[in-house]
Structure formats: structure tokens, C-alpha cells
């Protein structure tokens, strides 16, 4: 039974011309968990926002969106706020009060449930979703995670049937994204809730996706089961980036078999169809022969308060100059911290920081990107930001460096958009050709990977990669393993406060077994040293194979 | 175990108000000395740090400006002590100012009981009590405050990494100035995912409800009975006898009889109870917990 019908949708937003969506049509079946899948800015958000009615934006519409055979449009508003749920992609500003129990009964409150009811359903979500500890709590004070669980909790407790999910996990470290992913088949195996969940990720759902349909510039490209898209997804190289490693590898090398649906099956398939006669990778260009130390940190000890705990103690960490630093671990484990502490944001209480091998009390020459890229901007458009800031440098106006700047990143097409109207990738590409412009020697990165789809990411390296060459020393810190993997030259992992190992790039993850890329895991016990798709392709190809 | 600041808001408010109200209108020492020591035992009950000593020092600090005060502006009264540049000070001005001091502490100290008390879901619920807007409004403007100022202090790190600080004289207040434009977009933006978030959840459909997480018990109901009966009593006092001192021309005690000593009772039973229900938790718990 159908549940949603969508039947030959187009919409223009007011004042444009463009359709952002073209003849959409697919059908959401009762209890089914469906992926809506596409690059930034393909329309999704879009799509998801004209399903449920509160959220629908101003513009010009045709065809139909039909809930359980009604048109959305028709929906009493009753219906549509306790049938349909929605759940945004930013986890801060969608919470309404101040309080984790009054977040949970806002919804109950606005349907008019009587204090009984309300007290009841509370307790059930709240142990439900694991909340008891925090009910009490400010929201304010919750991690990132626990608030988009809130946020989940919250739209749960009116119990729809539908959730819509707007890239929920986008902004969530790993670990927080699985545990939340965790959350939403648990709602749709056990309660049979159904969920339309926009990504543009699908490692974390793609074993678990009943349904996958594929939006690429406002036209669905593919609508299907997961299983299939692989194949016929293969020719679209911009849409495939964004499928996990192994569905990527399928599609390929286009081998008889059904596409693996995780890495236990990966697994299988290489061991199947792969030989190992050749089981390692010769690395000659990895091997960069870096001479200048450019920074230097020596038992490197801070904590934020006196009487706090340690977050940094005895670390000792030493970058070359020109090369890409990786910087991995997990959450809390004070990546952040050791890069304001690079910065000279925060001052260590004890240790030394030396830069091309001198004491400096502050250095002006290390710029960084910010986990939100978008609080580098403070104008009205990017090309004014870039205006002032450049007027702020006494550069010319006229200055080559920005043209080419401007140029090399691609960015003539988004100077005039607000920073705020920018997709993820857009908006971080604007804020590195913003940090560069004051042309600094060491550039860091904190979490660079967070809410940019794949096509985005593969950009970035590509970035990354140019800067490096010309001379600048990055440093990343960064949860996503294949990220760094595929950037940089050495990587470290920092653990209970210090630096525990630090190696090259593809030392460091093949000799890891368990913290390491998916491509390693897929591997393992079969080849030695392959970290990314890339050497699997590299090796399936030196033993014979073509592709 | 804290039984008293656990009362329902609606008692707690009845109760501090008659306490306050009372003490306000009171010019009597012997009923001001009685409320500062419950409102002190009480707010140490509840504090139980260093910071209580601090507020203490503070209380005293105010008494001595007041009582010292009011005999250089007042020279009223019949006994003169002695002459400061041919004005007099009397017996009745200098006293009069001891006890006006002594009933401001009361007031204080009373006013900083309730505040400690009175958390935001109290005051939230009180609020929502007038009108639900009213008291949703400030569930989250209380939810939008941190939140900015945590965006605050991240957008002024990053610029502060792009503006440098140490280059030019304006560089702090550009960097200020900047930091908070930039907030002011993001607000906007925070607040329109805000309330889409809460049009979402059915904000605005007829007949809200407002829920809340305090359970009205009949002790709140004793203690409302309590505090509402023991105002009109005063009330009453005031307008027919009297509890208050007259100081000026000179000092007049009130009388004594039945009436009074009847409001004198009541007074102290109502200002040691916090501090005894809260002390009477303590102990219970201790019991209890020898017992686990």
C-alpha cells in the first residue's frame, strides 16, 4: 500500500526561472524505509519539504503529492502535524525550550494531549531512546548527537507515521551518525514507522535502505533497490562518489554477482574474483623526502581549567613543511583543542611550540578553516566579503592572487550568493579561497569532511593537494579515515592525550586492523597495504585484471 | 531530598510572597530578627558553600550604611544624644535606622531564598499559568541565549584568526564589530529553522495544553492555606491593632496582648519552616541512607 504518491512534480521557486524539480514521480510504500540520494544542491531538501506541509516553500508547483491519498495541499493541519514528522539537518536550531522534557512533550502540548497522557508518552520516549539520564537537562548543554536524538525523540513522541529525515547525520561525528542511523531502523523494523531519509553519504544506510532513488538536477535518475543502483549508476561518475567503497568498486569492475551490501560481502567478492599473486603496493612517490621541520611541538601539556583534567599532556608532534598532516581519533579525544593550541588560541601550561624552529609568541601565518565554514564570512555576498577583506590586507582590488584564487576554485558562479544560501562544498571552497587570501605559510583544517557531499570531498583533496604542492603545509584533523587516507602524506593518531602513533599515510593504515579505512577492512588478510579504492584497483589491475 | 524548595511553584510563590510581603510592612525588630535567621538558616540549608559567608558580609555591610545613614538625615525624636556641627542625633533616629536596616535584611535575605528557589521551569510554569505564549517565549529565549553566546565566541575565534589583533589600533573593535554582524545573520537564520521546526510540530493548533513536571501535593495545599491565611491575619493586624514600633516623637512598643502574641507565633512558625522541613529532610535522609 502506497503511503506517499508523488505524481509528475515540478517547482520553481518564486522569482527564478530554473525548475529545481522536473517530473519527479515515486511512490512510498507503507513501513518502508526509503533513501532519497543526490549531491548538495540537487533538490532534495526541496523535494522532502514540499512532502510535508508546514515546510513547503513559496513558488510555483504542478503535479501532485498525494498522503495516503489525499493532496498534501488538502491536509488539515492536525493530520499533517501528527501524522507526518520532520526532522532537519542542523541538530541546534531545531530545538524550541530550554529543557530535554519539554522539547519531548512541545509537540503533545501543541495537539492539546492532557498532563496525564503527556507524562506517559514522555517516559515511554524518554526509555525508548535511552534519554532517562538527560531529561532533566538544558539542551543546550547536550553534544551534538544527543541533540538531533532529541530532535528525533521529540518528532517521535506525537507517534506519525511518516519521519522525513533532511540529511539528519550530516553534521554528526561518526559515531554519533551510527548511533543515530541505529535509532531510525529501529524505529522502522520494530514499529513499522515509515521513513524517507535524504543522504548524501550512503555508507551508513545502504545495507539498510529498503528503497534508493536517485536525484540528480532536479530529475530522479534511478529509483530502486540499493542493490541494483550500482550498475546502473556506473556511467554517472559525479553520482557514483557518494556510494560506499565497495558498491563503487562493483560498479567498476562490473563483475556477475549482485552488488555487496557491506564489507563482510565485499570481502567475499574480492576473495572470489581477485588474485593476490601481487599482494602489496611499491610506494615510490609517497616517500617524499621532507627536510624542514616548519612546526614543533614538545611535551605539549594544557588543560582549560586549573583544576580541570588534562586534555593535551606530553605531546609530542612535528610537521614538515609542504607536506599534508593528518591528524585522527576519535571523539573527545582533543583534536580540537590541539589545533587552537597550534593556533595560539589556547596557551599550553607547560611545553614549547616551536615554528621553522624558533620560539614566536604569535604567528601570523597559519590560517585555518573552521568546522563551519560559514562564520568566516561576514558580508552580505561573497564578493563583497572577499572585497572588504582584501581593502582590510591593502591588497589591490585588481590583485592577481584573487583572480586567481576566484579561478582556480571555481567560484565565479557563487560571488554573488548570500554565504548562508551556499551548499556545503560551495560554501567551504569560498572560505579557503577566503583564508588564503592573506597568503598564510601552514593551513589547518577541522573537520573538513563535515556536511560536504562526495563529489565535494573529491574536490577538496584535489585542492588540498594543489595547495601542497605549492609549497603550503596543511594540517587536517578529521574523523573520516578514507579522507584522510586518500590526502595526506603521514598520518597521526592522537589517544588519551598525546600522539600515540605517526607513520606514513599507508603504513599507518594498513598496519591499523580495526581503526582504519573501509577499503583496508575489505582487504584484509588479502593484501597487504591497500587503503584506498584506488591501490585495490592498482592491485587488481598488477595481477592481470582490466577493467 | 530537598522538601521544601520541591514544593509545587504555586505554593512556593503564595509563600514567599505572604513572608516578603509581610516583612516589607513590618517595622519591628523582633519579627525582623526572627525572618533573617529562618531566611538564613534556610539559604545556608540550600547553599551549603563559602558563598554564603560572602552574602552574610554583605547584609552587614548594608545594615551599617543604613543605620548610619538615617541619623544624619533624620533628626527627629525626643532624646538627644549629642550634636555633630549644632545638628543633633537622637536615641529614636538612631534606632529607627537599626530597625528599617534590620527589615531591608529580612527582605534581602528572603528575596535571595527565592531566587535560589525559583528556577527557570518554576518561573516558566508560573508564567505559561497568565498565558502559555508568555511562558514559552521564555523557555526559549533561556534555550537562545547560550546558544548565541557559545556562536558568539566561535565566529569571533575565527575572525580573529583572519583579522589580526595586533596590527592596528581598531583591529578589537572591527574585530567586535564584525564577529557580531555576522551573529546577527546567523540568528535570523537559527530563528526561521526555529520556528519552521515548531509550525512542524503543530505550534499554533487550537487548544495548547502546557505540561509540566510539578505534581501539586496536599502539603502545597497546607502550605498555601498557610500563607494566604497568616497575610490576611496581618492584614487584619495592621488595620485594627497594631505589631509595628512608632519611633518618633519617641518609642512606643506595641501592645501586648492576644492578638499580638497570636501573630508573633504564627510569624516564627511560618519563617523557621523552610529551614525546618529542609533540615527535617536531611536528617530522614541521613536515616534512610544508614539504612541501604
Known sequence: ?????????????????????????????????????????????????????????????????????????????????????????????????????????????????????????????????????????????????????????????????????????????????????????????????????????????????????????????????????????SCNSKIIKGLPVYAQLHSMLKFNEPCPLNIREASNMIRKNFSNKIDAIEDKNNKKNFENKIIELKNICFRYEKNGPDILYGLNMSVNKGEIYGIVGGNGSGKSTLLSVITGQNTPYSGKILINGKKIKS???????????????????????FQWYANYLRMDKSDKRIKNLINDLDLTEILNSHPYDLSGGECQKAAIAKILMKDPDIILLDEPTKGIDAWSKEKLIQILRNLAEGGKTIIIVTHDNEFAAETA??????????????????????????????????????????????DIIDLYKANGGTL | MKLFSGLHPIALIVFFSAVIGISMFTMNPILSITAIAGGLIFKFMLVRDLSFIKEILCYLI??????????????????????????????????????????????????SCFSYVMTSDKIIYLFSGIAPVLGLVISSSLKFVPAMKKKYHEIYSVQKNLINENSKNLSKLLLAVKSFSSLVTWAIEHTADTSSSMSSRGYGLKNRTSFNLFRFRFIDCLIIFFGAASFIYFIFMIRYENINFIFYPEIIYPKKNIGYLIFCIIWLLIVSMPAFTEIKGEIKWKLLRSKI
Open chain 2, 62 to 111: 548594608i545594615g551599617l550604611v543604613v543605620t548610619i545613614t538615617n541619623p544624619i538625615f533624620s533628626h527627629n525624636g525626643k532624646t538627644v544624644l549629642f550634636f555633630v556641627n549644632d545638628t543633633p542625633v537622637t536615641k529614636e533616629s538612631i534606632i529607627y535606622g537599626c530597625c528599617a536596616a534590620l527589615m531591608l535584611i529580612s527582605v534581602l535575605c528572603w528575596f
Open chain 1, 1 to 233: 500500500m502506497e503511503i506517499i504518491k508523488i505524481k509528475n512534480l515540478s517547482f520553481t521557486f518564486e522569482g527564478r526561472e530554473k525548475a529545481v524539480l522536473n517530473n519527479i514521480d515515486f511512490n512510498i510504500k507503507k513501513g518502508e524505509f526509503a533513501v532519497l540520494y543526490g549531491s548538495s544542491g540537487c533538490g532534495k531538501t526541496t523535494l522532502l519539504r514540499l512532502i510535508k506541509k508546514e515546510m513547503n516553500p513559496e513558488g510555483k508547483i504542478s503535479g501532485s503529492i498525494l498522503y495516503k491519498g489525499i493532496n498534501i495541499s488538502k491536509l488539515d493541519r492536525k493530520t499533517s502535524a501528527s501524522e507526518i514528522g520532520y526532522v532537519m539537518q542542523n541538530p541546534d536550531s531545531q530545538i524550541i525550550t530550554d529543557k530535554v522534557w519539554h522539547e519531548i512533550a512541545f509537540g503533545l502540548e501543541s495537539l492539546g494531549h492532557n498532563r496525564d497522557f503527556i507524562r506517559r508518552r514522555t517516559a515511554e520516549i524518554s526509555s525508548f531512546f535511552g534519554i532517562n539520564s538527560w531529561y532533566r537537562k538544558e539542551t543546550y548543554k547536550l553534544s551534538g548527537g544527543q541533540k538531533q536524538l532529541l530532535n528525533l525523540a521529540a518528532v517521535m513522541a506525537i507517534s506519525p507515521e511518516v519521519i522525513i529525515l533532511d540529511e539528519p547525520v550530516s553534521q554528526l561525528d561518526p559515531f554519533a551518525a551510527r548511533t543515530f542511523i541505529s535509532m531510525i531502523e529501529r524505529l522502522n523494523r520494530e514499529l513499522g514507522i515509515t521513513v524517507i531519509m535524504a543522504e548524501h553519504n550512503l555508507e551508513n544506510v545502504f545495507s539498510i535502505a529498503d528503497s534508493l532513488t536517485v536525484i540528480d538536477s532536479g530529475k530522479v535518475i534511478y529509483s530502486g533497490a540499493p542493490v541494483n543502483c550500482a550498475e546502473a549508476l
Open chain 1, 489 to 534: 602524506d603521514r598520518c597521526a593518531l592522537l589517544f588519551d592525550r598525546e600522539i600515540i602513533s605517526q607513520d606514513n599515510t599507508r603504513e599507518f593504515f594498513s598496519s591499523n586492523e580495526f581503526y582504519t579505512t573501509c577499503a583496508k577492512s575489505m582487504t584484509r588478510g588479502f593484501y597487504k597495504n591497500a587503503v584506498t579504492l584506488k
Open chain 1, 363 to 385: 604567528f601570523s601565518g597559519i590560517a585555518v578553516l573552521p568546522q563551519n565554514p560559514v562564520t568566516v564570512f561576514t558580508g552580505e555576498t561573497i564578493e563583497e566579503d
